[in-house]
């Protein structure tokens, strides 16, 4: 998955979860379109996440004007 940190098992990035959530998806929502995705998978990738943002290293969001 070109370097991206993957849920253990799958080939389903942190990315693409957080994604998911970000626009008001559910936990149960991602669970039912990905039968094979565990909740504690889900769960770990938010942990990681949550983690990575606590690191030292602080980049720049940089949105594109509409």
């Known amino acids: 998955m070109m ?3 993957v ?3 799958t080939r389903i990035t942190v990315e693409l979860i ?3 959530l970000a626009v ?4 149960a929502d991602i669970l039912s379109s990905y039968p094979h995705l565990t ?3 889900v769960l770990a990738a938010i ?3 949550s983690h ?3 690191m030292d290293v602080v ?4 949105r594109k004007a509409a």
Do not use: H
């Not at 008001?24 to 936990?27: I, N, W």
């Open 52 to 54: 990575s943002l606590k």
């Open 18 to 20: 957080l994604e998911k």
């Open 3 to 5: 370097g991206k940190p």
């Open 59 to 62: 980049y720049p969001i940089f």
């Open 24 to 27: 008001g998806e559910t936990v």
């Open 7 to 9: 849920i253990k098992g």
């Open 47 to 49: 942990d990681y996440a």
């Open 39 to 41: 909740k504690k998978g």
